[in-house]
């Protein structure tokens, strides 16, 4: 086995695990320390993630790096041994060659828009502005068929319902059954760039977490659409991020519960104590730090090439062809990957409409989810709390007020929805008519949006939970 193929097997294999409990040798354990002391203290980022950098280079070789790293961020997570053959890719020219050949791919390039046109879809789009000024653009495949909203996750877009291709991403199939498909956009997702006042070059522009998307974006877009199409409720479907602001709406806004006929939560994330997710676990000490970093520079919007993420890339992924072509991508570096389910050859229509950009804020709040094991409102420190609040702490989400039906779809080696904690959030729910595993054991956060089998893998039950109610 060469050394890329151990990187790679590490990368993603990693949560069955193999060898990290040997390689985690005492001096590594000591640079774990400073990289993480360097990490948490520094005040500002670059500085930090420099310190990073030297820190690992100083000591150990390539492969040593990469299961240090991430075993540091694991944590508690237990690494097993296991070999999986059907994890790693049979050889890199295969993988290059699949690769290659969809670089051809005008889908990459077009718009969502043009896509559907394309296959023979027809497309309107639509604006809905926000009670706080935000003006969110919504794309439709109209018919007269029942209403279905489809919320994206974090740094996605309408996009993320059409990037596996006809026949297979959500978007098509639901207008294939007859449905009336609404895709939303989130406030700074590149379809929804606009305020009828800021600018995103502004630092007020981009000043929200996934709270403000639950409390004012979701309830304008699904006014909007009920308003349109003169009916009192709509099947909603979200996925990641899609599915955490969906519990912020009802349980901050509870007369919402009532517009939803069934909410269908693709990888639903609320608590994130279990988060199997490297960067996220890399990143969820510092968060707080990135923000405050953001704030400083003026930087409000994630951006993917930060110095931070580059350095999280280099220790995750080393180098290589696979690696860098599979790393290139943040969400894989959040969100891992499954090899068994991924098609090489549509990767680069993927990486032609994802990521699309997310606030700094909404990263932070998921970091602070991972610490504080709770899911509650933006952590701004007690005085800024008490200012806010009126307390300290931030208040939890009341789980308790979401009464609409909602069905859980989850699955095993979700980096971000991991079971433990859809399992609580299960049994805070008080509505939850459909909880289903996916029964595929590598079955990975974004496997949700494009695995080659996700319609019979996934979609298949969410159009009988869509039928049913
Ligand atoms: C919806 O129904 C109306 C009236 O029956 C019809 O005129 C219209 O074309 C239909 N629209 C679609 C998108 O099917
Ligand atoms: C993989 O993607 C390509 C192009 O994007 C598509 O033509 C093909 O049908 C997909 N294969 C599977 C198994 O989904």
């Given at each position: 086995m060469t050394k890329k193929f151990v990187i790679l097997f590490i990368l993603i294999n990693f949560r069955n695990g193999l060898m990290a409990d040997q390689i985690i040798s005492r001096s590594i354990a000591k640079i774990t320390q400073s990289f993480a002391e360097s990490f948490i203290k520094h005040p500002i980022i670059t500085s930090a993630t420099f310190a990073i950098s030297n820190a690992l280079a100083a000591g150990v070789n390539l492969i040593t790096k990469v299961p240090y790293a991430v075993s540091r961020a694991l944590g508690p997570i237990k690494l097993s041994s296991q070999i999986s053959k059907?994890?790693?890719?049979?050889?890199v020219d295969k993988f290059m060659a699949d690769f290659n050949s969809g670089k051809t791919n005008e889908d990459a390039e077009m718009s969502i828009v043009d896509i559907l046109r394309k296959y023979g879809y027809s497309v309107e789009r639509h604006e809905a502005t926000t009670e706080d000024g935000f003006l969110l653009t919504m794309f439709r495949i109209p018919s007269n068929g029942s209403a279905v909203f489809l919320m994206h996750g974090l740094l996605g877009s309408a996009d993320d319902f059409v990037v596996?291709?006809?026949?297979?991403?959500l978007a098509y199939l639901l207008a294939d059954q007859g449905y009336d498909v609404w895709m939303g956009n989130a406030r700074g997702s590149k379809h929804s760039r606009r305020h009828i006042s800021l600018q995103?070059?502004?630092?007020a522009f981009w000043d929200f977490s996934w709270h403000e998307i639950g409390i004012y974006d979701l309830p304008a877009m699904i006014d909007y659409v009920l308003a349109k199409r003169n009916t009192k409720t709509l099947k909603y479907a979200g996925f990641s991020q899609g599915t955490t602001s969906f519990f912020v709406m009802t349980s901050e806004k509870p007369e919402y519960n009532s517009k939803i006929s069934v909410m269908v939560a693709l990888s639903p994330v609320a608590f994130m104590a279990n988060v199997v997710s490297p960067v996220i676990r890399l990143l969820a000490p510092g968060t707080s730090i990135i923000h405050g970093a953001s704030q400083t520079f003026g930087v409000y919007e994630f951006l993917p090439d930060s110095k931070a993420i580059n350095t999280v890339k280099w220790q995750l992924c080393g180098t290589g062809p696979l690696a860098s072509i599979l790393c290139s991508n943040v969400l894989f570096l959040i969100a891992g990957f499954d090899f068994g389910q991924l098609n090489v050859t549509n990767l680069p229509v993927i990486f032609g409409h994802m990521p699309a950009g997310a606030s700094v804020k909404q990263l932070a709040h998921y970091g602070q989810g991972l610490i504080s094991r709770d899911f509650r409102q933006f952590d701004y420190g007690s005085d800024e709390n008490m200012k806010r609040y009126g307390v300290k702490v931030p208040p939890s989400y009341a789980l308790d007020k979401i009464v609409a039906p909602v069905c859980l779809l989850y699955s095993d080696a979700d980096w971000l929805a991991h079971t433990t904690d859809v399992e609580l959030l299960s049994k805070k729910?008080?509505?939850?008519?459909d909880k289903y595993k996916i029964p595929y054991e590598q079955f990975n956060h974004f496997d949700f949006i494009y695995a080659k089998n996700v319609k019979t893998l996934a979609y298949k039950r969410l159009l009988e939970d869509f039928s049913e109610f």
């Open positions: 059907t994890n790693v890719v049979d050889s596996a291709g006809p026949g297979n991403a995103p070059s502004s630092a729910l008080n509505n939850v008519v």
